[in-house]
């Protein structure tokens, strides 16, 4: 780097070299503060701004990322590296429509850059839009024929559009390339579920976790397979290594896990999931009227219908736990209670058809104002 002005009290390139060592050390904030600085001095230097952006987007500081980036875009248009870098911001910040904007400039100028190419497959993907997303993923492949990763890559798209032998074809020749990747094993395991070849899966589901026994991917896949086929028991123990979405929950580590439901403790159920499976689960509340000290911590805006719901139990918003290990002598997550309560197919009888109660106020109100003209009425759930 270029010496500054003579007044400056500092040596650039001193202060260039020491930003770069932290950088190299992934101190990101660290560095930032010497390359903000020397930005401060030299504003229209595209390798700085270059650098800050790469140094706001590993900071998760999105928005400062792309203005900065789009500053040394102005001054230098065209850089390859600079249009990468924020097609990436953007699509971490689901604006998918400029992300696509920039893969596409890039790819007017380098038409083989087979990274643009895989981002933009994979931006597609998420948008639904499948047949874009192979036609991405296919230039990739053309450019990379034995590129394992990009051949499970169209086999996972293929996947999302019912097309299973295809995604069968790709992932054996993608074996062929990594015959001891346990991802793809776990991949293949799953197309074989599809297209009903029930002991090539499990053989696939195995294979996957002998490669890589503490993979729990590969034991969470196998899992829905067995309660798939309805073995319940071993289907809920493997279903155990699922990776449990903890959120701000860690401080759970200091409770003990459940061994065995006993009514004189006090215990806390937790979600660790969406609020779809949520619901799901809460089907085997009715299964709990029998113990006294239970409370479920769960999303907030659940709470109110629960609460009419089942009675006998205790809800509280999920991210307002306070001192837990004061308050719990037990902790589950709601995930594993079917390994207590549906273990076997006959458990499921005791399972009522409805177990939400809608407020009675509300249909009464709802029924005045929409159940009167006789025309149809449309209901939509989240």
Known sequence: MRSGPIDLDFDPNQLFQQGINLLNQEKYSESKIAFDKLLGHFSKNTDLLNIVGFINMQLNLFNESIEVYSLSLNIKPNQLEALFN???????????????????????????????????????????EFDKALIEINKAIMLNPKNHTLL??????????????????????????????????????????????????????????????????????????????????????YCEHRDFEKKSIGFLNNIKNIIDFDQKKNILIWTEQGIGDQILYSSIFSDLKSYKNITVALDKRLISIYERSFSFLKFLDIKK??????????????GSLGKYFRNAINKFKSQPKFFLKTDAAKVEVIKQKFFQSGRKKIGLAW
Request: zero cysteines.
């Open 86 to 128: 924020r097609a990436i911001v953007f699509s971490k910040l689901k604006k998918y429509k400029l992300s696509i904007t920039d893969y596409e400039s890039i790819l007017k100028i380098d038409s083989q850059n087979i990274g643009s190419l895989i981002n933009l497959s994979a931006i597609y993907e998420d948008l639904g």
């Open 152 to 237: 499970a890559n169209r086999g996972n798209i293929k996947q999302s559009i019912f097309d299973y032998l295809g995604a069968y074809e790709d992932y054996s020749l993608a074996l062929k390339l990594s015959p001891n990747n346990p991802d793809l094993y776990i991949s293949m395991g799953n197309v074989h579920k599809q297209l009903k070849n029930f002991d090539k899966a499990e053989d696939a589901f195995l294979k996957a976790i002998n490669i890589n026994p503490e993979s729990n991917a590969a034991r969470y896949n196998y899992s829905l397979f067995l309660l798939y086929q309805k073995r319940y028991d071993k289907g809920w123990d």
């Open 321 to 334: 736990i306070v001192n837990p290990e004061n308050q719990y002598d037990l902790q589950i997550p709601i």
